[in-house]
């Protein structure tokens, strides 16, 4: 991955975390590694614990959208870090109801970022 790359991973995550944090969620960890597996942002949606995958593309990059770039591979990574999350403790004091995976495809390159969401994006 290069420099460029990170930097615009880090800008889409910065922009979906703002997005989230603007229609009333509250933030609880970001970049969350667990065996096998990451989670881009976890929040609090009311009493519901949000797993949100965010993903981007550039301008550059017209042909891909970041829809396209979440395949079950991924989900099932995805689905294995939020139970470790779970199952470590980390959420103990978070007094959540359901889970839920929320994915965040942010397009970049064109001014500010434009952010597409998926609540509850997949089960």
Do not use: C, W
């Not at 991955?1 to 933030?27: C, Q, S």
Request: charged letters at 25%.
């Amino acid at each position: 991955m290069t420099v460029n790359r990170r930097a615009e991973g880090a800008l889409a995550e910065k922009a979906a975390l703002d997005f989230l944090i603007n229609k009333g969620m509250r933030h609880v960890a970001s970049n969350y590694h667990a065996p096998g597996g990451e989670i881009d942002l976890i929040l609090l949606d009311g009493d519901e614990l949000v797993f949100a995958e965010v993903r981007s593309t550039s301008k550059d990059s017209p042909l891909v959208s970041p829809e396209d770039t979440v395949r079950h591979v991924k989900q099932g990574r995805l689905k294995a870090a939020a139970n470790h999350f779970i199952e470590s403790g980390a959420a103990e004091d978070l007094n959540f109801g359901d889970a839920r995976f929320d994915f965040l495809a942010v397009r970049t390159g064109l001014g500010k970022p434009q952010i597409t969401h998926y609540p509850d994006a997949f089960r």
